[in-house]
């Protein structure tokens, strides 16, 4: 069965500090995709990047970096210098691949509230 | 603008009655889903639709119905049947990179 775990349901910090949000995931397909979402107050769910399970590649957008680690089934998130307008629930996403119609398996969300 | 828009926004649905979502999306994506978020939680799958006139019960069906008859389009209804609809309803589309990028959301409350 899949299975995603993020374990830390709130984090805060203060403005300019760096965050990590932990994600650790479970699944017995070769081929899968992990991705990361942003749900900010309004509740729309926004989009912030996609891993296939043959890249392991860490990725960096700005601020934002990404570790992913096969050998622990985890998929952490990180933010540079944060800012209140970082605020939100971030979601941490498991799809399979065909076989599994591609549907997204979703952790519980981490809410993380950065304080001016 | 290409996206997924969702409507309504806002919806109250007395006891007994059914309500139908609209979820349109001009992206050209084949495979389109439908979740549910409970507050303070994670998302789960309701319906999701591969193709025009194809479609599969996700994990928590009961009390939901979904059509495919366009690409475009894939209403969700939230029948009588479905005890505590009270919810927020998302829809989402595939890219071909397989992508899953969601609409802004619908509220429903039964009042």
């Known amino acids: 069965a899949q299975k995603v775990t993020q374990a830390q349901t709130e984090i805060s910090v203060v403005e300019k500090e760096d965050v990590t949000l932990d994600c650790v995931y479970e699944?017995?397909?070769?081929?899968?995709?992990l991705f990361w979402y942003k749900q900010p107050p309004s509740g729309e769910l926004v989009f912030l990047i996609r891993?296939?399970?043959?890249?392991?590649q860490n990725e960096i957008s700005g601020r934002y970096s990404w570790n992913f680690q096969k050998s622990t089934s985890s998929f952490n998130f990180t933010i540079t210098a944060s800012q209140v307008v970082d605020s939100a629930v971030y979601f941490c996403?498991?799809?399979?691949?065909?076989?599994?119609?591609?549907?997204?398996?979703f952790g519980s969300g981490t809410r993380l509230l950065v304080r001016p | 603008d290409g996206g997924i828009t969702q409507s309504p926004k806002y919806l109250f649905r007395k006891e007994g009655q059914n309500v139908t979502l609209s979820c349109e999306q001009n992206?050209?994506?084949?495979?389109m889903y439908w979740y549910r978020q409970d507050p303070g939680q994670g998302l789960r799958l309701i319906y999701y639709?591969?193709?025009?006139?194809?479609?599969q019960k996700g994990d928590i069906a009961e009390g939901y119905s979904v059509s495919r008859e366009k690409k475009e389009s894939f209403p969700l209804t939230v029948t009588s049947a479905q005890k505590n609809p009270t919810a927020f309803y998302l829809c989402?589309?595939?890219?071909?990179?397989?992508?899953?990028?969601f609409g802004e959301g619908s509220w429903l409350t039964v009042v």
């Open positions: 699944t017995r397909d070769t081929t899968y995709y």
């Open positions: 891993r296939n399970s043959f890249d392991e």
């Open positions: 639709s591969q193709i025009v006139n194809d479609f």
């Open positions: 992206l050209n994506h084949d495979a």
């Open positions: 989402a589309s595939r890219s071909s990179g397989n992508t899953i990028y």
């Open positions: 996403a498991l799809s399979g691949g065909v076989d599994s119609s591609y549907k997204l398996i």
